[in-house]
């Protein structure tokens, strides 16, 4: 060690060291020096008579080096923690264990006061409502936002409070009633997209109810709602009614931990189900619902429109008084403005089922050529059926038919070549 002529050293034998199995570590010597110069790793070794792969630089402070030695370290707290008086050192080791310690202490201290600093500005913005409760949640450190979280939900809470507050008290002076939008018709006819276009012409901060089972969890005072996709198991018949009231600004929505006021005027609903089967679907699901109490007319009064979505045609529905339920107007049709939109899924829907199918067969050894023949034909013959039915599908929504009050959609015979009439 005289050939080293090291500032600083240090000496400790780790002797009651664990793996990470709990089984003693064999008995082994850890030394830190420190020069006034730079000093290579090759030289090093070779004063020392030993290989270079025996040494390692020690990247950071040298304090921290030094602190390792007895496991005072961050990364090393879990391990044996070994006694300063174990060290052997050519200088006053404890005074260099004890500024180490107060370091910490100014470190933690000084990171402690810098994110309260950041912490307490999110939350005098977050009340002012110049950002969202989100965009501090995802500005925010991971240990900033673990401190902050009560206060976070706390103060967004707070702030919804007063904008609905703000919020009923215009929908009174102005006289304005909340809006209700129903749309249905059977997947994949362009419901949401009508529900998310219409939402984003009128506001574009809209909100998309999530899970079934807290459907409103992320809900932070959006004035458009959208409950996509609707079933009468999303919410209890009394709480929906309750929702769509529009005369009631007090509305709550329910959420886990506790209810969110509402202030949305625009409440657009889609479902695959028309008012009346979705009322019905209710019925046949609860055997105690009492139709006198909570009748199909107490939904029918509180939606504002109606539109039934097929693949060729969107069209109104009123309610009709002497039949107790909305009928369709069929002055009101209009084409689907999502009709072409649906075409395309089907033709990437079933390109991407014919690759994902070969992709299948080719999990398959291939014996011999005979079944490798047979292979590729089935596989052929596979790419032939799937292309015949992409074009049949697309040939029965592209006909046309003189009969405009009731389109008739005919299968026409296809091949890959060409469509012919015999």
């Not at 904008?163 to 006819?189: C, F, N, P, Q």
């Amino acid at each position: 060690m005289n050939k080293l002529k090291p500032s600083k050293c240090a000496v400790i034998l780790h002797d009651k060291d664990v793996n990470d199995v709990g089984k003693a570590k064999a008995p082994h010597i850890h030394i830190m020096v420190t020069f006034e110069n730079a000093r290579s790793l090759k030289n090093i070794a070779h004063l020392l008579g030993i290989e270079p792969q025996y040494i390692e630089q020690w990247k950071g402070e040298s304090l921290n080096g030094y602190s390792y030695l007895i496991h005072a370290t961050t990364n090393a707290e879990h391990q044996y923690q070994y006694s300063t008086d174990e060290v052997m050192a050519n200088f006053d080791f404890d005074e260099v264990m004890e500024q180490a310690r107060q370091g910490i202490q100014r470190v933690t201290k000084t990171t402690s006061a810098k994110d309260e600093i950041i912490i307490r500005a999110y939350l005098d913005e977050l009340k002012k409502g110049s950002v969202a409760l989100k965009e501090v949640e995802d500005a925010l450190t991971g240990s900033q936002f673990a401190k902050a979280k009560p206060r976070l939900e706390h103060v967004a809470r707070k702030r919804r409070d007063t904008l609905a507050e703000e919020w009923r008290k215009d929908m009174l002076e102005t006289g304005r009633s909340i809006d209700v939008i129903y749309i249905y018709g059977h997947a994949g006819v362009g419901k949401s997209r009508l529900a998310k276009d219409y939402a984003e012409k009128s506001d574009s901060d809209y909100f998309l109810i999530g899970s079934s089972r807290d459907p409103f969890q992320q809900y932070d005072g959006q004035s458009t709602i959208i409950l996509d996709e609707l079933r009468p198991s999303t919410f209890p018949y009394n709480d929906l009614l309750k929702l769509l009231d529009p005369f009631n600004t007090y509305s709550n929505a329910p959420s886990r931990y506790f209810d969110k006021a509402l202030t949305a005027d625009l409440i657009i609903i889609t479902s695959p189900y028309s008012p009346k089967e979705f009322y019905q679907r209710i019925i046949k699901s609860d055997k105690h619902f009492d139709e006198r109490i909570d009748s199909y007319y107490q939904l029918a009064r509180r939606l504002g429109l109606v539109i039934f979505l097929t693949k060729d045609f969107m069209q109104v529905a009123f309610f009709n008084e002497s039949r107790q339920d909305f009928v369709l107007d069929n002055s009101s049709k209009e084409p689907n403005p999502y009709k072409e939109d649906t075409v395309n899924n089907i033709l990437s829907q079933n390109q991407k089922a014919e690759k994902l199918y070969k992709g299948v067969l080719d999990t398959f050894p291939i014996a011999d050529n005979s079944a490798k023949e047979t292979s590729e034909e089935i596989a052929n013959d596979q790419t032939t059926l799937f292309k015949t039915h992409t074009k049949l599908e697309v040939t029965k929504k592209m006909i046309k038919t003189d009969n405009k009050k009731s389109p008739i959609i005919k299968p026409t015979k296809a091949n890959d070549d060409e469509t012919t009439d015999n």
